[in-house]
């Protein structure tokens, strides 16, 4: 089932775990929607500076950023109506986590999108 991902914090540089992220994604099947305030593509897609400027729904917005970052990214993501908040490996903010869960989104903290779904394809 395809998804719509939006990667907030999404780098363009190859050896950045977002970017292993998101090309994972991207091959599996999913929609990629690159987030950042700085560029203005990835790998030929559109770059939105923050989601609220994002044209098409999301399902999950996977988080890239500081811990400290994480609660304005939370409150975007229950705006636009996102179905999931993904705080990435080493992104813990209980904050953002109860504002998601209060609002009615799956919410995960400090795990590797990629690795979670490569697990369960194997």
Known sequence: ?????????????????SHRVATYLREAGWTVVPVHPLLQTWEGLPCWPDLDQVPVPIDVVDVFRRTEDVLPVARAAVRIGARCL?????????EADRLARAAGLLSVMDRCLLVDHARRLA
């Open 1 to 17: 089932m395809p998804r719509t991902v939006a990667v907030v914090g999404l780098s363009d540089r190859a050896s950045r775990p």
């Open 86 to 94: 993904w705080q990435q490996q080493g992104v813990v903010n209980t």
